[in-house]
C-alpha cells in the first residue's frame, strides 16, 4: 500500500511539472510560434519522454483498432500521430544546431538514442506494418485521389525499406546499427563543433595582415578583444574569419596556416578526432544496406530517389566532371603565371588559388569583391530577396516585433498573400556564434498540414546562416558567395512556406533528395540579375544604388573561376559516392581513402576537395550521404527552369511563376519527375547547366 502511494506521488508530480513545461502546455504565443522565451533546456528531456510516450499510444491504438483497416484509420492515422513529438523535436534539434551549448549536448545525448528506438518500434511494429499492407495490396480499389494514393505508397516503402519484412533476429541487429548510427552522428557533429571552437590563430603585429581589408581586421580585432587579447587579431576556422585572408592577404604562410586550421579538423590525433567514427559508421552503414538486401548503402539511399541507383549518379557526376576539372586546369595556369610574377619558380598551392583569383579577376574585370560588400549589407539584400518573391508570387514579408526567439539576433517576419492570407511565419538567424554549427541551412519548426476539420495550419520555417557580424564600425556585409547562399536557403524557405499538403508526411521539403535542392538553388540565379540587384543593392553608407558599370562588370565575370567551383564541389560528390559505394569498411583508413579517391578522379593538388572526411557533416550528420551530387543534380534542374522564365523575355514571368509556385506547393505529393515534366514539358537537359557555367558555348 504504501509502495502504491509513493507511485502514485510520483505520477503527480510527473503531471504538475508537465504542465508547467511550456513544451507540453498549449501556450497563448503569436500564431502558435514555440515558447522559445520560456523554454529552458530542463524542459527538453521530459518533453522527449511525455512526447515519446504519447506516441507510442497513438501507434498503439491504431494496431489495436478492431476495424478493418482502411486508408483513413491505418494511414491518415499515422500520418497524424507523434504531433507532439514533432514539436519538441523541432524546436529543440533547431536550437541544438543553432544555438547550443554542452547541457544541450548532453541532452542530445539522452534523446537521440530515445528516438531512434521509437522510430525502429513504429517501422519494424508487425502488427502496424500488416495493417499497412493490408490497405496498400488492395489499393486499386479504394478510389483514392492522387495525394491519397502517393501517402499510402510512400508510407508502404518507407516501411517495406526501413525493415518491415525483416525477420525478428535481423529486425533486432537493425535496432542496434540505428541506435549505434544515430550516436555516431551526433558524436561527429559535435567534434566538428568543439575542433571549429578549439583552434584559434592570433596575430600579433599587423604587418602580417597586409592587403586585408580594413573591415575583416577591424573583425578578427573584435573577436581578439573577446578572447581576451586587445591588441591582436583572432583568426579560426569558421569561413567568415578566413576566407578573406584567403582572398586578400599577402601573408602567404598565414594563407597556408588559416587552410590548414580549416582542413585538418577532425584529423587531428586528439579527443576530437572522427577518423574512427567515420571508420565505425561505413561499416554500420554497409551492414544495414546489405541486411536490407543491398549490395552497398548508395544503392540502399538511391532507391528512394529521382536517380534510383548508384550507377546513375556515378555516370551523371563523371559526365559533368570531364568539362569542369578541363576548365580548373585552364584556370590553374592562368593562376601560376600571376604567382610567378611574385614568387618566381614557385609552384602554385590550395592557399595560393583564392588570393590569386582575386587578383586575375580584379585584372580581368576590374572587378575587386570589396568594392561590392558595401552594396551588400544583409538587410538590404533580405528586403531583396523579400521583394523578389512578391515579384514572383505575391508574398510580403512583415517584420513582428516583441516575438519568442531562442537568441536576440534572431528575428521573425509574417509572411502574407496579396489577399492578406497567413502563408507562414520566418524566422531568420544570420550570424556566427559558439554553438552555431558551421554553414546555412533552413529546416521547419512547425510542418504545414490540413487537418480532419479542413484547417491548414501553415508553416513555421527557420533560416540560418553564418554571415559577417556587424562590427562596430560596419553592419553585416556580404560577399558575393554569401549573397548567394542567403538566395539558395531563402529558396528552401519558400519551398516550405508555400506548400499545399493534406499531410505533413508530404509537406513542403519532403520529397527526394536531389529534388530538393531544386527549389534553392533556383533562387540563385537571380542574385545578379540587372533588375533584381536594383532592388537590394545599396551603399550602407550613402544610399547610392550601384552602379550600372558595376552590374555590368559582375555579369561579365559571371563565368569566371568556374572550374574551380564545379571540381570543388564534384570532387566532394564524388567522394561522398566512393564512401557509400563500400562494400566493406573493416580496414578503411580515413586519410588513405580520400587520397586514394582524389587520385581516381585526377583532382588537381591546386584545388583541396570541398570537405575534408573528418569534417564532411553534409554525409556523417545531415542526411546527405550518398546525396551530395544532388547539388549538381539539382542545378541542371534549376539552370533549366531559370530558362523557362528567360525563353519568356521576362526573368518574373507570372505565367511561369504561376506554373512554378504550383510545382513549390506540391511539395512530395506527386512524383518529382512528374511534376518537373508537367512544369517544363520533358525530361532536364544538361546544356543550360553546362552553358551557365561557360563550358560550353
Not at 580584379?362 to 551588400?376: A, G, H, S, T, V
Not at 516583441?402 to 507562414?424: A, C, Q, R, T, W
Not at 499531410?503 to 533562387?523: A, C, H, I, K, W
Request: hydrophobic share 35%; glycine share 6%; with cysteine.
Amino acid at each position: 500500500m504504501k509502495k502504491l502511494f509513493i507511485l502514485s506521488a510520483m505520477a503527480i508530480t510527473i503531471m504538475a511539472c508537465n504542465k508547467q513545461n511550456p513544451l507540453l502546455v498549449s501556450e497563448e504565443t503569436p500564431y502558435g510560434v514555440p515558447a522559445f522565451d520560456k523554454i529552458r533546456v530542463e524542459h527538453y528531456e521530459p518533453a522527449f519522454k511525455e512526447a515519446v510516450r504519447e506516441y507510442q499510444a497513438e501507434i498503439d491504438a491504431i494496431v489495436n483498432n478492431e476495424e478493418e483497416p482502411s486508408f483513413e484509420n491505418t494511414i491518415v492515422a499515422l500520418d497524424r500521430s507523434g504531433s507532439l513529438l514533432s514539436k519538441v523535436e523541432g524546436v529543440f534539434f533547431n536550437v541544438l544546431e543553432a544555438d547550443g551549448n554542452d547541457k544541450m549536448d548532453a541532452v542530445a545525448e539522452v534523446v537521440t538514442p530515445m528516438v531512434t528506438e521509437l522510430s525502429d518500434n513504429i517501422l519494424l511494429n508487425e502488427a502496424l506494418f500488416g495493417r499497412i499492407k493490408e490497405v496498400y495490396d488492395k489499393r486499386e480499389s479504394l478510389d483514392l485521389d492522387s495525394e491519397q494514393m502517393r501517402l499510402l505508397t510512400e508510407t508502404y516503402k518507407s516501411f517495406a525499406n526501413n525493415g518491415a519484412n525483416l525477420n525478428e533476429n535481423d529486425k533486432a541487429r537493425l535496432k542496434a546499427i540505428n541506435q549505434e548510427l544515430s550516436l555516431l552522428s551526433l558524436r561527429f557533429g559535435n567534434n566538428v563543433v568543439a575542433e571549429t571552437n578549439s583552434i584559434q590563430r592570433f596575430v600579433t603585429d599587423e604587418s602580417e595582415l597586409s592587403g586585408l581589408p580594413e573591415g575583416a581586421k577591424t573583425a578578427a580585432a573584435e573577436e581578439a578583444a573577446a578572447a581576451g587579447h586587445p591588441g591582436e587579431w583572432l583568426f579560426t576556422p569558421k569561413r567568415t574569419s578566413f576566407t578573406p585572408v584567403l582572398q586578400y592577404c599577402d601573408n602567404r604562410d598565414l594563407r597556408r596556416q588559416l587552410l590548414t586550421d580549416y582542413t585538418i579538423r577532425g584529423n587531428r590525433d586528439n579527443e576530437n578526432d572522427n577518423k574512427e567514427v567515420i571508420r565505425r559508421t561505413m561499416q554500420l552503414r554497409i551492414e544495414k544496406a546489405q541486411l536490407l538486401g543491398y549490395e552497398c548503402p548508395a544503392d540502399y539511399i538511391l532507391n528512394d530517389c529521382m536517380a534510383k541507383d548508384s550507377k546513375t549518379v556515378n555516370e551523371f557526376l563523371q559526365s559533368v566532371w570531364a568539362p569542369s576539372l578541363s576548365a580548373a586546369k585552364h584556370e590553374a595556369a592562368e593562376l601560376q603565371k600571376l604567382l610567378e610574377e611574385d614568387l618566381p619558380g614557385e609552384k602554385l598551392q590550395p592557399w595560393d588559388w583564392w588570393y590569386y583569383a582575386e587578383k586575375l579577376r580584379k585584372r580581368k574585370y576590374d572587378l575587386n569583391e570589396e568594392q561590392l560588400k558595401p552594396y551588400f549589407e544583409l538587410s538590404n539584400v533580405r528586403r531583396g530577396v523579400f521583394a523578389l518573391a512578391g515579384k514572383l508570387y505575391g508574398l510580403r514579408f512583415e517584420p513582428l516585433q516583441d516575438m519568442p526567439v531562442y537568441n536576440k539576433e534572431v528575428e521573425v517576419f509574417k509572411v502574407v498573400d496579396e489577399s492578406d492570407n497567413l502563408i507562414g511565419i520566418l524566422y531568420t538567424d544570420y550570424f556566427p556564434r559558439a554553438g552555431k554549427r558551421p554553414g546555412a541551412w533552413m529546416n521547419n519548426i512547425c510542418p504545414q498540414y490540413i487537418d480532419e476539420n479542413g484547417i491548414d495550419h501553415r508553416p513555421v520555417i527557420i533560416n540560418v546562416g553564418n554571415f559577417n557580424k556587424p562590427t562596430k564600425d560596419n553592419p553585416s556585409l556580404l560577399s558575393m558567395d554569401d549573397v548567394e547562399t542567403l538566395f539558395h536557403e531563402f529558396g528552401h524557405a519558400l519551398h516550405g512556406l508555400l506548400s499545399r499538403s493534406h499531410y505533413q508526411t508530404l509537406s513542403g521539403t519532403n520529397v527526394p533528395r536531389d529534388f530538393v535542392e531544386m527549389p534553392s538553388q533556383f533562387m540563385e540565379n537571380y542574385c545578379y540579375q540587372p533588375d533584381i540587384m536594383r532592388t537590394y543593392a545599396f551603399h550602407y553608407q550613402t544610399g547610392e544604388l550601384i552602379p550600372d558599370s558595376l552590374i555590368e562588370k559582375i555579369n561579365a565575370a559571371g563565368k569566371f573561376n568556374q572550374g574551380f567551383v564545379e571540381t570543388e564541389l564534384l570532387s566532394a560528390s564524388i567522394l561522398d559516392m566512393d564512401y557509400h559505394c563500400l562494400t566493406s569498411a573493416d580496414n578503411l583508413d580515413v586519410n588513405q581513402f580520400e587520397a586514394e579517391s582524389m587520385q581516381r578522379m585526377s583532382m588537381i593538388p591546386e584545388i583541396i576537395v570541398r570537405y575534408r572526411s573528418t569534417f564532411y557533416n553534409h554525409i556523417f550528420t545531415t542526411g546527405y550521404e550518398a546525396g551530395y551530387y544532388s547539388y549538381t543534380w539539382s542545378a541542371v534542374l534549376d539552370s533549366d527552369a531559370f530558362a523557362a522564365f528567360a525563353e519568356t523575355g521576362d526573368i518574373t514571368s507570372p505565367e511561369v511563376a504561376a506554373r512554378f509556385r504550383h510545382l513549390l506547393e506540391q511539395g512530395g505529393t506527386r512524383d518529382a519527375q512528374e511534376l518537373w515534366n508537367e512544369f517544363r514539358g520533358r525530361p532536364a537537359n544538361p546544356q543550360f547547366l553546362l552553358r551557365k557555367k561557360g563550358f560550353i558555348q
